[in-house]
C-alpha cells in the first residue's frame, strides 16, 4: 500500500475528504518530530513508540570510495513496535 491508497482508504473509512486526511497527517507528523525534536519520546497505543539515539562517532568501510571513513556522530530517530502488533503477527501463518 502506498501513501495515496492510505490517504484514500482512511477517508473512506471516516468518511471524510482525503484532503482532510492529509491535512491530518501532515499535522499529526509535524507534532511527532517537534516532540523528537525536543528529545522526547512519543507513544502511539497500539502502533509504536518513537524516540531518538544518539550514534557515536564510527568508522566504516565506504565502497564507493573503496577507502575506510569516519563517520561523525549524529542523532536519528528510532522506532520499537507496540507488543499489540507483535501479538497479532506472532499468530498469523507465513504464506507461501
Known amino acids: 500500500m502506498n501513501?495515496?491508497?492510505?490517504v484514500k482508504e482512511v477517508a473512506e473509512r471516516m468518511s471524510i475528504s482525503q484532503a482532510e486526511v492529509k491535512r491530518l497527517i501532515k499535522q499529526s507528523t509535524g507534532i511527532i518530530v517537534e516532540e523528537l525534536s525536543n528529545g522526547e519520546a512519543f507513544t502511539i497505543p497500539h502502533?509504536?513508540?518513537f524516540g531518538t539515539q544518539v550514534k557515536e562517532?564510527?568508522?566504516?568501510?565506504?565502497?564507493?570510495?573503496e577507502k575506510f571513513m569516519l563517520y561523525p556522530k549524529k542523532r536519528v530517530v528510532t522506532y520499537h513496535v507496540s507488543s499489540a502488533i507483535k501479538d497479532e503477527f506472532k499468530d498469523k501463518k507465513v504464506k507461501s
Open 3 to 6: 501513501y495515496g491508497d492510505y
Open 57 to 65: 562517532q564510527h568508522k566504516s568501510y565506504n565502497p564507493h570510495y
Open 47 to 49: 502502533l509504536g513508540t
